[in-house]
């Protein structure tokens, strides 16, 4: 369980930027955020383990980590982000049948241009 000074000390590493890489440290992470963003499951209410969040996107480039949490009983998906400098949570639970590996995958596509929304819609629009 991370007690309150590990707890500061974890989210004074997200903040300042010191994102290691050993298990350790990554299921520190994990129940750092379990304890400061979702202990429980939004829709049933079931407890979270660190089993249950994966860490999808952690970049010093954007200072922003992305975490996934997946509730094995009732099979929701929630996503949040934490701003580092901040240590602002944004939570948004989403009702999706994206996991963990497809949310990565799609974050590395890069982002989605202007031009690349119009040609969908023109694909899409009957013809006038």
Do not use: W
């Not at 499951?41 to 996934?68: A, E, F, L, M, W």
């Amino acid at each position: 369980m991370v007690t309150k000074s590990n707890n500061d000390k974890i989210k004074n590493s997200f903040i300042h930027g010191r994102n290691g890489k050993n298990s350790s440290e990554s299921r520190a992470k994990k129940e750092f955020f379990i304890e400061a963003i979702s202990k429980y499951c939004d829709r049933c209410g079931t407890p979270y383990s660190i089993d249950n969040v994966r860490i999808v996107q952690d970049s010093d480039k954007n200072s922003t980590t992305i975490i996934h949490f997946f509730c094995d009983n009732c099979l929701s998906n929630h996503i949040a982000s934490f701003i580092k400098p901040l240590g602002l949570v944004n939570r948004v639970p989403i009702k999706s049948d994206l996991g963990s590996d497809e949310l990565i995958k799609f974050i590395k596509q890069g982002s989605i241009s202007a031009d690349d929304v119009l040609s969908v819609y023109d694909y899409l629009s009957p013809d006038i």
